[in-house]
């Protein structure tokens, strides 16, 4: 299924996730960092499962799950992945189709199996993610559809996939392909630790490749070697069109040159599960950005979506988030 135009095209690992509620000594018998994100071979995968317990399974990964967001809230979107044609794999395209996600990769018939990741949730509701990425390894330029890019109003790119040299040909494709066809590309740094693997390319990426950024305080000040968080502000403004940087319980902020909107967090939020927050803020900014919202009203509606998700467990929507759209317009 294809339409004319989306609002978005999203690129990124199609994963997974396994989620299991856990303590803190879980995390320093299998030497974890906790709020990070590490990559593992599939023995290990099978280790860590082994110890989890009780789990939820649901189809994940960053840019998946910020697509399906947007789709929730009512936007066209299509999304970019590789799975296995195994049982994971047909359960990630069931899932994503069934949400309004144009997916339209074809499975692989050989190599990895489909990607997964270990999500342990501590009692303060920090997640530690442990990723097999399987199939998403063999991501590559050809998986980058001309026409899908050039159908979207914008192009968003998962910065997880920077580990992966052929997954890398494919996000400089897509950029370059997005703006020859006049469209905006936008990215999210992923994590601190992805952003201390690749900063010097994150960096040339941020001042000569996107558009619409996308990180936390940690990834921001990360990128710029920076204690402060106001000092990173000053770097990051002089290189995207617009940046949207998240703060946790601080709310946000946006710039877009000279231009600043800080976006208070939404209150009396029980936190249950940090999962998926920055990608369903990133789905309520894209659909607001899209849509007409001015940047204000963007970030009030990416603030709702990320307050809907950290109050449940998993990192997709579980009830309709439509509603959100009128109350982000009405502030």
């Not at 392909?177 to 905006?184: E, W, Y």
Request: aromatic share 6%; hydrophobic share 45%.
């Amino acid at each position: 299924m294809t339409t004319d135009s989306t609002n978005v095209l999203a690129i990124g690992n199609a994963i997974v996730d396994v989620l299991a509620r856990v303590h803190d000594d879980f995390l320093d018998t299998h030497g974890m960092v906790k709020a990070s994100m590490a990559l593992i071979d599939g023995g290990t995968a099978e280790t860590i499962y082994g110890h989890m317990g009780e789990t939820t399974e649901t189809s994940g990964g960053s840019a998946a799950n910020t697509a399906a967001g947007i789709a929730a809230l009512g936007g066209q979107v299509q999304y970019i992945g590789r799975v296995r044609n195994d049982a994971l794999g047909a359960t990630f395209i069931r899932e994503i189709r069934s949400l309004g996600v144009i997916f339209e990769n074809a499975p692989a018939a050989e190599g990895p199996s489909t990607a997964r990741c270990m999500i342990l949730i501590t009692p303060d509701a920090q997640r530690t993610m442990n990723t097999y990425l399987g199939a998403c390894v063999d991501l590559a330029p050809d998986d980058v559809d001309p026409a899908a890019v050039a159908r979207a109003e914008i192009v968003y790119l998962e910065g997880y996939l920077w580990d992966q040299p052929k997954a890398k040909d494919a996000m400089r494709k897509a950029m370059r392909l997005a703006h020859d066809a006049g469209r905006k590309v936008a990215m999210t740094l992923s994590d601190s630790f992805c952003v201390d693997r690749h900063r010097d390319e994150f960096r040339h990426l941020a001042e000569h490749h996107i558009d619409i950024l996308f990180a936390n305080e940690a990834e921001i000040k990360s990128l710029y070697q920076v204690d402060d968080f106001d000092a990173a502000l000053q770097h990051v403004r002089h290189h995207v069109d617009i940046a949207a940087l998240t703060r946790s319980e601080k709310g946000s902020v946006i710039l877009a040159g000279e231009e600043v909107h800080i976006i208070d967090a939404t209150p009396g939020v029980k936190v249950v599960d940090t999962t998926g927050a920055g990608d369903l803020y990133a789905s309520g900014f894209l659909y607001g950005l899209t849509h007409d919202f001015d940047l204000h009203a963007a970030g009030r509606l990416g603030s709702l979506c990320a307050a809907e998700v950290i109050a449940q467990i998993g990192p997709r929507p579980q009830k309709s988030i439509r509603p959100l759209v009128d109350r982000a317009l009405k502030g």
